[in-house]
C-alpha cells in the first residue's frame, strides 16, 4: 500500500540519517551528492600531502636550528683555541673538542630525514608535494647549503692562528644556516597556511554535502509517528470492513 510505501521510505531515512540515499530517491541530487563524496575523498589525499610536506619541513627545521645552537658552541670553542697562552696540551684538547663538534654537526644533518626525505644533505633535491585536488603542487626548497658547514670550517683550530682565521668563516657559516631556516620556515608557514585553507574547503563541502542528502530526522520521526498511526487505522477500518458482510448474512437467519 502507500501507506506501507511511505512508512518505509521514512524508516530508511531514519536509519541512515540521509533523505537522499540512492538515485532512485532524487537522481540530479544523488548525481551532485556522488561528486561532493568524490571531492571529499580528494581533499583528504591532499591533507595527507600536505602532513608528509610539514613532517619533512619539521625534521629539516628541527636539524638547521640544532646546526644554529651548535654553531654557537663551535665559535665559543674557536675564540678559546685562538687564546695565545694555551699550553700545547691545552690546543690538542680544544682542538679534538672542535672536532667532535663537527662530527656531531654532520649527524644533525644526515638525520633530518623524515619519510626518506632530506632536505639538508649534499644531495637532497626540492620536494613537491600535491596541494590542491586538480593537482596544483607545491615545491619545497632543499636547503642543502648546510651540508658544507662542516667542510668550510675543516681547517680546524691545531693552532692559535688557525683559530683566529677561522672565525671569521665561522660568521660566515652562521649566516648561510640563519637564511636557511629563515627559508624552511617560510615554506612551513605556507604548508601551514594551504593545510589550513584546504580543511576549510573540505568542511564547506561536507557541510554543502550535509544540506543536499541529510534528513531532517525531526520531521521524520514525526512523520514516522503519523504514518503507524494511519497504517493502524487502516487496519482497523479494513477489519470493520469485512465484518460488514457478516453482520448483514446474520440478519437473514
Do not use: C
Not at 56 to 76: C, E, H, P, Q, W
Amino acid at each position: 500500500s502507500v501507506t506501507q510505501f511511505d512508512l518505509n521510505k521514512t524508516q530508511d531515512r531514519i536509519s541512515t540519517g540521509l533523505r537522499i540515499v540512492g538515485a532512485k530517491d532524487d537522481a540530479s541530487n544523488f548525481a551532485i551528492a556522488q561528486g561532493l563524496r568524490a571531492d571529499l575523498k580528494s581533499f583528504d589525499a591532499v591533507q595527507q600531502s600536505l602532513a608528509s610536506g610539514s613532517g619533512i619541513l619539521s625534521a629539516a627545521i628541527a636539524g638547521a636550528t640544532s646546526v644554529s645552537n651548535l654553531l654557537g658552541d663551535i665559535k665559543k670553542k674557536a675564540i678559546e683555541a685562538s687564546n695565545p697562552a694555551n699550553t700545547a696540551n691545552q690546543q690538542s684538547v680544544l682542538s679534538s673538542d672542535f672536532t667532535q663538534m663537527l662530527t656531531q654537526l654532520n649527524t644533525f644533518v644526515s638525520n633530518a630525514v623524515y619519510n626518506g626525505r632530506n632536505l639538508l644533505s649534499a644531495a637532497s633535491a626540492n620536494v613537491s608535494i600535491t596541494s590542491t585536488i586538480s593537482g596544483g603542487q607545491l615545491t619545497i626548497s632543499n636547503a642543502s647549503t648546510l651540508s658544507g658547514v662542516s667542510t668550510a670550517l675543516s681547517g680546524g683550530v691545531a693552532s692559535t692562528a688557525a683559530a683566529l682565521s677561522l672565525l671569521t668563516t665561522i660568521d660566515a657559516q652562521s649566516l648561510i644556516v640563519g637564511t636557511a631556516l629563515g627559508t624552511l620556515g617560510a615554506a612551513q608557514a605556507s604548508v601551514s597556511f594551504v593545510t589550513t585553507f584546504t580543511k576549510t574547503l573540505s568542511d564547506a563541502v561536507q557541510e554543502g554535502l550535509g544540506s543536499l542528502v541529510d534528513a531532517d530526522l525531526a520531521k521524520e520521526g514525526a512523520k514516522l509517528q503519523a504514518l503507524q498511526v494511519k497504517q493502524q487505522l487502516g487496519v482497523q477500518a479494513l477489519s470493520i470492513a469485512n465484518q460488514r458482510p457478516q453482520v448483514i448474512m446474520s440478519l437473514f437467519r
